[in-house]
């Protein structure tokens, strides 16, 4: 089992930046590869980018150059940093994880956290 925690969201105005944090505990991190998906009220889970257990980075067309994935394994904790946000960006954030490798389905993933709200304002 591996419990994530998230933290790090809140109202920002356009053109701001944030930065989610997931814990987790559970299992040993850094065998993990660790995602980041978001749900805007109406709308599938998307994918918004993922490390993998050897900090190989992947990122969905539609944030990538505005958001940064990292990861501290000293910590057990991966970040999503995120700036230039637009109202669009606008979601519940979940961390997510599964051993090693990188998938980009909601459905491929075992463990979630709980989600933090991010508001992008006009």
């Known amino acids: 089992q591996v419990q994530l925690v998230e933290s790090g969201g809140g109202l920002v105005q356009a053109g701001g930046s944030l930065r989610l944090s997931c814990a987790a505990s559970?299992?040993?991190?850094?065998?993990?590869?660790m995602a980041w998906f978001r749900q805007a009220p109406g709308k599938e889970h998307e994918f918004v980018g993922a490390?993998?257990?050897?900090?190989?980075?992947y990122y969905a067309d539609s944030v990538k150059g505005r958001f940064a994935i990292s990861r501290d394994n000293a910590k057990n904790t991966v970040y999503l940093q995120m700036i230039g946000l637009k109202p669009g960006d606008t979601a519940v954030y979940y961390c997510?994880?599964?051993?090693?490798?990188?998938?980009?389905?909601?459905?491929?993933?075992?463990?979630w956290g709980q989600g933090t709200q991010v508001t992008v304002s006009s």
């Open positions: 997510a994880a599964q051993d090693y490798t990188i998938m980009t389905m909601y459905s491929q993933y075992n463990y």
């Open positions: 559970g299992r040993t991190f850094s065998n993990l590869a």
């Open positions: 490390v993998d257990w050897r900090r190989s980075t």
